[in-house]
């Protein structure tokens, strides 16, 4: 069965960068697009970006482009979500999804059917 676990959030200041980790296993990803999302307190679960783990491609959210990259590494099946000039809003509870790659990137969570158990990122001002 398919695992996702997240790991690296924390506490930092406005300005400051943080990466987050998310650790696959249960099965072969090649064929599968890894989704990074986040939900804020009363706030409804936001897409902030995606990676095709086949060739890399990326994907991202308007509000976080130039400032978040996602990378992966293929050898340890681990996708990175590298956050610098972290805003106070960019405070919620960050996941990382999987699913099947089926030609289009989505960015609602329910296109997703595999999901971490989220790491929280606290940005004071």
């Known amino acids: 069965q398919v695992q996702l676990v997240e790991s690296g959030g924390g506490l930092v200041q406005a300005g400051g960068s943080l990466i987050l980790s998310c650790a696959a296993s249960?099965?072969?990803?090649?064929?599968?697009?890894m989704g990074w999302f986040r939900q804020a307190p009363g706030k409804q679960r936001e897409f902030v970006g995606a990676?095709?783990?086949?060739?890399?491609?990326?994907y991202y959210a308007d509000s976080v482009k130039a400032r978040f990259t996602i990378s992966r590494d293929n050898a340890k099946n681990t996708v990175y979500l590298q956050m610098n000039n972290l805003k106070p809003e960019d405070t919620a509870v960050y996941y990382c999804?999987?699913?099947?790659?089926?030609?289009?990137?989505?960015?609602?969570?329910?296109?997703?059917?595999?999901w971490g158990q989220g790491t929280q990122v606290t940005v004071s001002s």
């Open positions: 999804a999987a699913d099947r790659y089926s030609g289009t990137v989505y960015s609602q969570p329910s296109r997703y059917a595999y």
């Open positions: 990676i095709r783990w086949s060739g890399g491609s990326t």
């Open positions: 249960g099965r072969t990803f090649s064929s599968y697009i």
